[in-house]
């Protein structure tokens, strides 16, 4: 059974071309984060919620957005996308009580 | 300070070998160690973890081993197979509420018939 999951699981963009990520989880977890992983790299964190806490790592460019309107949906909305965005972008949660993340099969983001 | 160096970057095991990869951390507040499994195309997936007050963690053929005084730990996984063939990421964090994990950089393991 999914409990977390990303769609879609492709996505191509123009160059500058906004687009919308979204994640959904049947865990009901109150922490979600949102992850950049470029090829050979571990993940970046881009942000977090804690419940509805909105929270902005700091070298997170100013062209990523993020949404949550309940506790199971997330978006990550990218304003205007580059050719360095192009990139595996993976969505975690888990609960405020527990440390363990449950990663979200990733969706790849092609720009052109 | 929050960073978590990682080692080797890439591993060859022949079938049936011990795959050991080798993680070194510096913040000593980080008191959860999770190593996690990311095959390609899909989401990183949690293999196991320790806290620091056990040294050792067994689970089948993954152990990992903890050494708080050295600030380092490590997986084997024993009798390696094909299909552990993966980027193994180990990772810090504190417990509870959020915490940031510091992930390592990773390590592509090729486990060979």
């Known amino acids: 059974d999914a409990m977390v999951i990303q769609n879609p699981r492709y996505q191509v963009t123009q160059f500058g071309k906004p687009v919308t990520l979204s994640c959904s989880q049947t865990?009901?977890?109150?922490?979600m984060y949102w992850y950049q992983q470029k090829s050979s790299q571990a993940p970046k964190l881009l942000f977090h919620?804690?419940?509805?806490?909105?929270?902005n790592e700091a070298d997170t460019p100013d062209n990523f957005q993020s949404r949550r309107p309940n506790t199971s949906f997330c978006f990550l909305d990218i304003r205007s996308p580059g050719l360095g965005d192009a990139a595996m972008y993976l969505c975690?949660?888990?609960?405020?009580?527990?440390?363990?993340?449950?990663f979200g099969p990733g969706t790849r983001l092609t720009v052109l | 300070q929050q960073q978590v160096k990682q080692s080797p970057q890439s591993l060859i095991v022949q079938k049936g070998g011990i795959s050991i990869i080798n993680c070194a951390y510096e913040?000593?507040?980080?008191?959860?160690f999770p190593w996690y499994q990311q095959f390609p195309g899909k989401g990183p997936a949690l293999l196991i973890a320790?806290?620091?007050?056990?040294s050792e963690k067994k689970e089948g053929r993954f152990t990992i081993s903890f050494n708080k005084s050295a600030k380092q730990f490590s997986l084997h996984i024993m009798d390696s197979q094909p299909g552990d063939s993966a980027t193994y990421f180990c990772a810090a964090s504190r417990s509870g509420g959020y915490q940031k994990v510091t992930f390592g950089t990773g390590t592509k393991l090729q486990v060979i018939p």
């Open positions: 320790i806290r620091p007050d056990v």
């Open positions: 865990l009901n977890h109150n922490v």
């Open positions: 919620y804690y419940d509805k806490d909105f929270n």
């Open positions: 975690a949660t888990k609960t405020g009580r527990t440390d363990t993340q449950y």
């Open positions: 913040n000593t507040a980080f008191d959860y």
